[in-house]
C-alpha cells in the first residue's frame, strides 16, 4: 500500500466503522470517523497492502471478542495521526494500548450517542471499566502524554472518534505552529 504517510508503531488510525455500531457513531455523532486504534506492529509490507497488527476496541455480541483485543488490519485508514514526539512517549503508548487488552466493550457510551437521535443528550456518564476503540486511544495517548489532558475537552472515557481526531488536530496545529517551540507535555 502505498500511503501518503509512514505509518509507524504508536499512531493512530481512523476509519469510517463499519456495520451499525458505526453508523450509530458516525450519524450520531455527525463525524467522518466511527472507529480509531493504535498501530502496533507492521506484519507484511507489499505494492497492494499494509497488514499491520493493532490495538481496538471491537463490539462483538460474543463475550469473548467483546472489547479491547489485538486485531490483525489490513484495512487502509482515513487519517493518521502521530501525538508521540520520543520512542519513550512511543513505547509508553503502546504499553498502556496492550495493557487494556481484555477491557470490556462500553455499550453504554454507544447508547449515549444512540440517544442522540432523539434529542437526548446525557452527560456526566463516566466509565474508566469498559471502553469504545476512541477511549482506549485516548487513554493510550494520555499515558504518554498527560499534559495533553489541558486540551482535551473530555475526560478519555467521554471522548468520541470525531472528537478524538479534532483534538489531535488541534495538538498538532500548535505544535507545529511554534515550531516544536512550544511543546505540549
Known sequence: MNTWVDIQPGDIGFTKGGGFVGWIIRHGTGSAYAHTFVYHKLIKRTDAIEVWETVEAWPSLNKQKDGVRVRTRTEAPIKVV?????????????????????TRYGWGEIVRIGLRFIGIKVSGWESNKRAICSNHCTQSVLAARPKLSK??????SMVWPGELATTCDAVEWIESRFNNKKRIG
Open 151 to 156: 486540551i482535551f475537552r473530555y475526560p478519555p
Open 82 to 102: 502521530r501525538l508521540w514526539r520520543t520512542r519513550g512517549e512511543q513505547a509508553r503508548i503502546l504499553e498502556h494500548s496492550k495493557s487494556l487488552v481484555g
